[in-house]
């Protein structure tokens, strides 16, 4: 049950975009469609931005979005925004029946 | 409204035991799989536990297996975590969430107990 890879951190102006990767293997990310992305500001709850891999729930913006290909997902965020800032968390479902989360990606807004 | 709020957390020594408590209001608790994610402090999200809506299906993650138990009781709209064995390397804050419906993702998550197992 190793933490999916993320990059620890990236960075961006308003307006701009950053995309955040999330690599694992063909048990985790690469078996399935269950991976999802979460928000967590400091101090917070983490919050679910993205569920199977590219749908938002109700009210998240369409400024999240979410793809993957074969043992790597993304999270999108267009249009960049002071509000954005937080710590971003990817995760999956596994081949076993577990969950594994990303070590986590701190996102800042230049 | 739709929440759930944990209780029980502390500072236990290691060896200890520790049980937390989840109460859920504002849905159908009975409907729904229940997770327990904890956070180290400093540190990323880990997955600890899973339980389906009816108990019928229970995990734990390798850290946890053979010292933790999960549990739920539907007519109290409860959702339990037993820890047995503390070690230093639990201390972390302990989140219930709620599934989403959407299998693999947490959507109605506490505001979280801390645990703090020392000497």
């Known amino acids: 049950q190793s933490a999916l890879t993320q990059p620890p951190s990236v960075s961006g102006s308003p307006g701009q975009s950053v995309t955040i990767s999330c690599t694992g293997t063909?048990?985790?990310?690469?078996?399935?469609?269950?991976v999802s992305w979460y928000q967590q500001p400091p101090g917070t709850a983490p919050k679910l931005m993205i569920y199977?891999?590219?749908n938002r729930p109700s009210g998240v913006p369409d400024r999240f979005s979410g793809s993957k290909s074969g043992n790597t997902a993304s999270l999108t965020i267009s249009g960049l925004r002071a509000e954005d800032e937080a710590d971003y968390y990817c995760?999956?479902?596994?081949?076993?029946?577990?969950?594994?989360f990303g070590i986590g990606t701190k996102v800042t807004v230049l | 409204e739709v929440q759930v709020v944990e209780s029980g957390g502390g500072l236990v020594k290691p060896g200890g035991s520790l049980r937390l408590s989840c109460a859920a209001s504002g849905f159908t608790f009975s409907s729904y799989d229940m997770y327990w994610v904890r956070q180290a402090p400093g540190k990323g999200l880990e997955w600890v536990s899973s339980?389906?809506?009816?108990?019928?299906?229970?995990f734990y993650a390798d850290s946890v297996k053979g010292r933790f138990s999960i549990s739920r009781d539907n007519a109290r709209n409860s959702l339990y975590l037993q820890m047995n064995s503390l070690r230093a390397e639990d201390t972390a804050v302990f989140y219930c969430?709620?599934?989403?419906?959407?299998?693999?993702?947490?959507?109605?998550w506490g505001q979280g107990t801390m645990v703090t197992v020392s000497s």
């Open positions: 969430a709620r599934s989403s419906g959407h299998l693999g993702s947490f959507d109605i």
């Open positions: 339980i389906s809506s009816d108990s019928t299906y229970i």
């Open positions: 199977e891999v590219s």
């Open positions: 063909s048990s985790d990310v690469g078996s399935n469609n269950r």
């Open positions: 995760s999956s479902h596994t081949s076993t029946s577990t969950y594994v």
